[in-house]
């Protein structure tokens, strides 16, 4: 089992739609949980990062965490085409707080 | 993102060649990181310094060898490279180690060995 699993897509959503990004997770020692978003020939950009159960709000993204469940998830609300990106799912464990692992990441297409 | 800077940001090289990376940050971070990233596979952890001292090497190929002669500075030395090491190599750095500290990367070094 992957230790970070994410659909790699492509995901199609229509503008003004809302878009859900899932992962899973296979440490249940995992602290901390981070998206990244990587434009195309680009960097990751880190958008949230959440640690505690629950969801997490800033403008248009939402992440939520269910360590029960083990999965971490983004909301993008009102879509927009520039939300068209990978996104990189991650997160760092207590014991190995140097290492963050990251999952192959989920394609998103925001069609106009 | 202008925090951490890249040189170069391409780079073509032959087998029997040496070149380095270079890795700057301007965010007064402590740790500093090299990534891999092959097409459709994860990002890959490298290397890990803290505090200019190695914490993390990965099961990394002695073709790949890093040097931080202090915390806002990464270099990634290069010599006999095989064409599968072909990627994107990033770089990032946060704040401390910990599991609270989330990291920020770098454009990345786009290298091609031939």
């Known amino acids: 089992q992957k230790e970070v699993e994410q659909n790699s897509g492509p995901l199609s959503v229509p503008e003004g739609a809302i878009a859900s990004l899932n992962c899973t997770y296979s440490d249940r020692g995992s602290q901390s949980f981070f998206w990244y978003r990587q434009y195309s020939g680009k960097s990751p950009e880190l958008i949230m990062f959440?640690?505690?159960?629950g969801d997490k709000e800033d403008g248009r993204f939402t992440a939520q965490l269910n360590k029960a469940s083990q999965y971490v998830s983004l909301l993008i609300r009102d879509s927009q085409p520039s939300d068209s990106a990978t996104y990189l799912c991650?997160?760092?464990?207590?014991?190995?707080?140097?290492?963050?692992?990251f999952g192959s990441g989920t394609r998103l297409s925001i069609r106009p | 993102e202008t925090g951490v800077t890249q040189t170069p940001r391409h780079l073509v090289m032959g087998m029997t060649n040496k070149k380095s990376l270079k890795c700057e940050q301007h965010?007064?971070?402590?740790?500093m990181y090299w990534y891999k990233q092959s097409a459709k596979k994860p990002l890959e952890l490298m290397f890990v310094y803290s505090l200019e001292e190695r914490v993390e090497n990965n099961s990394v190929p002695s073709r790949f060898s890093p040097e931080c002669p202090n915390s806002s500075h990464l270099f990634l030395h290069l010599h006999t490279l095989q064409p599968e090491d072909s990627a994107l190599y990033l770089c990032?750095?946060?704040?401390?180690?910990?599991?609270?500290?989330?990291?920020?990367f770098g454009p990345g070094t786009r290298l091609t060995v031939t």
């Open positions: 991650a997160l760092r464990g207590y014991s190995s707080a140097s290492k963050i692992i």
């Open positions: 990032a750095s946060s704040q401390e180690l910990g599991y609270s500290y989330e990291q920020y």
């Open positions: 965010l007064g971070h402590n740790a």
């Open positions: 959440i640690y505690s159960n």
